[in-house]
């Protein structure tokens, strides 16, 4: 919706909504802000290159994706590698994480399950996407536990 008709509708709906609505209609500002840390959603993510050398890892994203059937649902796992913050007008902000996502369509090589249920991912097959942002506000935090068993695996917690 273009920014002339969303303004021309605020002019009847002054409520907090719309003002967001106006402000992210706008476009954010050439301000932007990175982090090495965010607490978001009760978590506290830091990505993938701050977790290096720590004993504790926070850097485990899983994003629900809710298709129309329950075929398309879908959880994409993956590696936060960057936390930007976007600033609108206003002073609204937007948290964004880029990550690094596993292949949840390759069975074979990204992702699998076990006979109890267990996800597993392989870091050596990631998603080719143009698309690697996410809100932060629809991310939740998982572990990836190392499998000595199958080499490049990590068991999802």
């Not at 090495?36 to 720590?54: A, L």
């Not at 809710?66 to 936390?83: H, K, R, V």
């Not at 069975?107 to 392989?122: M, T």
Request: net charge positive; aromatic share 10%.
């Amino acid at each position: 919706m273009p920014s002339l008709q969303i303004h021309n509708l605020y002019e009847h709906d002054k409520s907090e909504q719309m003002e967001d609505l106006l402000s992210l209609s706008r476009g954010p500002l050439q301000n932007s802000t990175c982090f090495g840390g965010y607490d978001m959603n009760g978590f506290r993510f830091r990505i993938e290159s701050r977790d290096k050398n720590r004993c504790t890892q926070n850097s485990g994203v899983v994003v629900s994706a809710e298709g129309s059937t329950i075929s398309e649902n879908a959880e994409y796992y993956g590696i936060l590698t960057e936390i930007i913050e976007l600033q609108f007008l206003g002073g609204r902000r937007v948290p964004l994480f880029r990550c690094k996502w596993v292949d949840i369509f390759n069975k074979k090589r990204g992702i699998k399950k076990d006979v109890y249920g267990l996800v597993s991912v392989n870091f050596k097959c990631l998603l080719r996407t143009n698309e690697p942002f996410v809100l932060a506000s629809q991310a939740s935090q998982v572990f990836f536990v190392k499998d000595n068993l199958i080499k490049g695996w990590h068991l999802v917690v």
